[in-house]
Every structure is written in C-alpha cells, then in structure tokens.
C-alpha cells in the first residue's frame, strides 16, 4: 500500500499541475481571507475564522478532485493498471493506497492554512480566536476532504478520461455536500422529513463539527460515506 500511496504523490507532484492547483488554491484562500472586503477577516472588526470555514469547502470541491482525475483513469489510459493488478496486491490495497496518497497530498494543501489561525490569533487585541471552534472546523475541512478525495478515486475508477473524472467528481461532490440541503427546503417535506433529509448531506455534519464539538456521529457518518465510495471503487476495478 506504501508504494501505491507514494506513486500517487510522485505522480501528482511529477507534473506541473499538481503545484498550480495547490498555488490556486492557497491564492484564492489568501484573497478571500485578507483582500477581498465582503469576506476579508480584517473587516469583521473581530477575530473568527468562521468564514474561512465556510468557503474553503467550495475551493476543496474544485481542489481535490483535481488531485484524483489522475488515480486510475490514468492507469486506464497509459496501459499501467494491467501491470498494476500483476503486484501481489489486493484490490482493496490498490483502492486505499491511492486514497492515502490524494490524502496526504490534500493534507499538504491544507497545512499553510493554519498561518492563517495564527495570524488572527497575533491581530486580535483581546481574547483571539476561539480554538476549540477553530479546531473542531479544521477536523470538519480534514473529514470533508477526505470525503471529496474518496469521491473523486470512485469517479476516476469508472473511465479513462480524466477530464471527465474531474468534471463528475466534483459534480458528486457538490451534489453530496449541498444537494441534500437544498432539497429538504421544498415545502413538501416541511412536515418534518427536511430535518432527516438535511441530515443525509455532508453539510449538516460539516457544520455540526465546525461548532466545536466532535459528535460521534458526525465522525460516522464521514467514515461511512468514505468505506462506501471506496467498497464501490474497490469492486469496480476487480472487475476489470
């Protein structure tokens, strides 16, 4: 498993991609965050990160299925995943070593981002940023990726044209992350199913944790939608 995780993270960062995607990413985090005034922290008069939290997700939507287009719609395409069920391993081992690797690289993106709770946390003149929200968001961003990139390898897994792997994963991914939300707002299910439905999206349970508390059932329901796409990625090349 650790040699496909690290050919996931040499393959990503062998290209000139992999390091524009990251740039983008920690540029337009950097924009929001500082530059532009409807969302800049500096014009809240106060010190939250709470916006970064709400919009980072919409940049991972894009981010991470950029960094899985390539795990095995590439191997399709070069002829290499022939060579690649030939190792002695198992499917299951191909499917989760790749995760890992796209994991680890989203880790990557994700670390410089903590300058920034550092940073509100040195401008703010009393009190500062309120860790324990501050730390249960970037658990809820870490769970949400990790959702995204499990996502992204089941899309990979079914064709040979990474274009279209980056398109319906991060179609999915929206579809997951706000769909569910926006459905439960039909007057139809305002009988009480909209709570049950919400329920079903990554957003509820993003912002569940995002308020501080790691509910046990948030973290579940992560692992869940994760073990599930992945089952579905790990049948899908057995096949092949």
Request: charged share 10%; with cysteine.
């Amino acid at each position: 498993m650790w040699m496909i995780c690290k050919k996931e993270w040499q393959q990503f960062f062998n290209s000139l991609t992999g390091y524009i995607a990251i740039a983008i990413f920690l540029l337009l985090n950097g924009l929001f965050l500082f530059v532009f005034p409807d969302t800049s922290l500096l014009e809240f008069g106060y010190a939250s990160l709470s916006g970064f939290f709400s919009y980072c997700p919409w940049i991972l939507l894009f981010l991470v299925p950029t960094i899985t287009m390539r795990s095995i719609a590439d191997e399709y395409k070069s002829g290499t995943f022939e060579l690649l069920k030939t190792w002695p391993l198992s499917s299951a081992q191909i499917v989760w070593g790749k995760f890992f690797g796209a994991v680890i690289i989203m880790l990557v993106a994700l670390l410089p981002t903590v300058i920034y709770a550092v940073s509100m946390q040195q401008l703010s003149v009393i009190g500062g940023i309120d860790k324990g929200s501050t730390a249960g968001s970037y658990i809820g961003l870490l769970l949400l990726g990790c959702v995204f990139t499990a996502i992204g390898i089941c899309t990979s897994s079914f064709t040979n044209n990474t274009v279209v792997a980056f398109i319906t994963g991060a179609f999915l991914c929206f579809l997951l992350y706000t769909g569910f939300e926006a459905v439960s707002k039909l007057p139809v299910f305002k009988n009480g199913l909209d709570y049950y439905i919400e329920m079903l999206g990554i957003n509820f349970h993003y912002n569940s944790i995002s308020r501080g508390v790691v509910d046990t059932r948030d973290v579940v329901y992560f692992a869940s939608v994760i073990v599930v796409f992945l089952l579905i990625t790990q049948r899908n090349i057995s096949k092949r």
